[in-house]
């Protein structure tokens, strides 16, 4: 993915808005308070993990954000219908860079949130992810109210749920549905996890399916010969793990779970499996589904076959139903957009090293709409997402954060 870092004509422009912006006096200034604020990230961060935000139950957390949002001097600050957090920071123009990150973490509401520091570093649930992208955005907030940094372009400060599993990027989802902000938002900042050295700029697409094969049921020995959805389902798993998928673009498939059947005496009434489907093209997607569900009905349809050659007592079917349980959209950057000139231009200046990557993140939703996006880390390091271990390194977080600040000053333009 090198060839992403071509030079491009417009190239030297935008590395001298980023030199004129990174000597100016209050970028400086900004730069000098990341470093001192450090004790009061921690804090934040800590206060933050320990309001729960499962998927689905992210009001008290919202609550919280708006609450900073306000002290940090942002204004419009509001809660959407779906819990989003909105906060603005004014400028000239009347399109926005939203800079955001997810507030829902992938802990049940009943998870144990024992957050506790031991010298740079933070252990709890939810530290890094998202903790670390809350954090950065309230450090942005208040680097630009401490610095008093003005912009063109206004900025859109937003804490957004359901970016978690079955979250499905619901809460980003809604932004870009909203008359308000759907082609008012010209660029995505969003801050997922840890880190200064990833760049997303190709969204995975995902797609995901509860299968259920239902049948009468029956006793092994007396009901002999009827239909078994545990034999459909088997059938279904095997035609359809031998679908051919590219290796560019890459696509993926995957059978996670499967369930089914009461007792080893017993036909059973149902059997399910779980299917989740990945690829950075659309079309793959749905290619991937169509062979799914073919697979099923022909599976079905066997099996039912099959039942009325063993001469079942009276005529007995299985049935099956697809149930979609997750939709990511796939999407791709423009590799001439301007925002990846401007992250790029950044890490040069900052003399950071990052890679550009494709995962499944909030960028999903704007790069679907052909919109530009990036999803880039909160500085510091993080490991242990999604488990208990959880842990952030504050070492080296106000490179992340000048890395936010400056790629987002460069691409809204200056102020008067
Ligand atoms: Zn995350």
């Known amino acids: 993915m090198t060839q992403r870092a071509s030079v491009s004509d417009s190239y030297p422009s935008v590395q001298q808005e980023l030199a004129r912006l990174a000597g100016s006096e209050q970028v400086r200034s900004a730069f000098e308070w990341f470093r001192l604020q450090e004790s009061r990230f921690a804090h934040w961060q800590m206060e ?8 689905f139950g992210e009001a008290a957390r919202a609550a919280w954000l708006a609450g900073q949002f306000r002290e940090l001097g942002l204004s419009g600050v509001q809660i959407d219908d779906v819990g989003n957090v909105f906060g603005v920071h004014a400028g000239f123009g009347s399109r926005y860079l939203s800079l955001s ?14 957050i506790r520091r031991e010298g740079s570093r933070i252990y709890g649930p939810g530290v890094s992810d998202n903790g670390a992208g809350i ?3 309230l450090a942005v907030a208040g680097a630009l109210n401490e610095a008093r940094i003005e912009h063109a372009l206004p900025f859109v400060f937003i804490g957004n749920v359901g970016e978690e599993g079955e979250g499905d990027l619901r809460g980003m989802r809604h932004v870009f549905a909203t008359p308000r902000w759907r082609d008012a938002i010209a660029y995505s900042v969003i801050v997922d996890g840890a880190g200064s050295d990833t760049v997303v700029a190709e969204a995975l697409g995902s797609r995901r399916f509860e299968v259920i094969v239902r049948g009468p049921g029956g006793h092994s020995w007396s009901d002999f010969g009827a239909p078994n959805p545990i034999l459909a389902l088997a059938r279904a798993i095997d035609a359809f793990g031998q679908t051919p998928v590219p ?16 007792s080893v005496n017993s036909i059973p009434e149902s059997a ?38 063993h001469g079942a007592r009276r005529p007995q ?21 301007r925002i990846m000139k401007v992250i790029r231009a950044v890490d040069a200046h900052l003399g950071n090293t990052a890679q550009v ?4 993140t909030d960028a999903n939703i704007p790069l679907s709409l052909g919109r530009e996006a990036i999803a880039i880390g909160g500085g510091g390091s993080g490991g242990g997402a999604h488990t208990l271990q959880e ?9 992340g954060l000048k890395r936010i600040l400056l790629t987002m000053l460069t691409l809204a333009g200056a102020g008067e």
């Open 391 to 399: 842990w952030f390194n504050c070492d080296g977080r106000d490179l």
């Open 317 to 337: 079917t299985v049935s099956s139903d697809v149930i979609e349980i997750g939709n990511r959209p796939a999407g791709e950057l423009d590799p001439q957009a």
């Open 101 to 114: 990150a997810h507030i829902d973490t992938v802990f049940p509401a009943a998870t144990p949130l024992h």
């Open 357 to 360: 990557q494709r995962a499944s």
């Open 247 to 262: 290796a560019s673009p890459k696509t993926t498939f995957n059978v996670g779970v499967v369930r089914g059947g009461t």
């Open 135 to 137: 954090v950065a955005m």
């Open 48 to 55: 933050v993990a320990r309001v729960a935000a499962p998927p």
């Open 272 to 309: 399910s499996m779980r299917v989740d489907l990945r690829s950075t093209s659309m079309a793959e997607i749905d290619r991937l589904e169509g062979a799914l569900r073919v697979a099923i009905e022909r599976a079905v349809d066997s099996e039912n076959r099959a039942a009325a050659g």
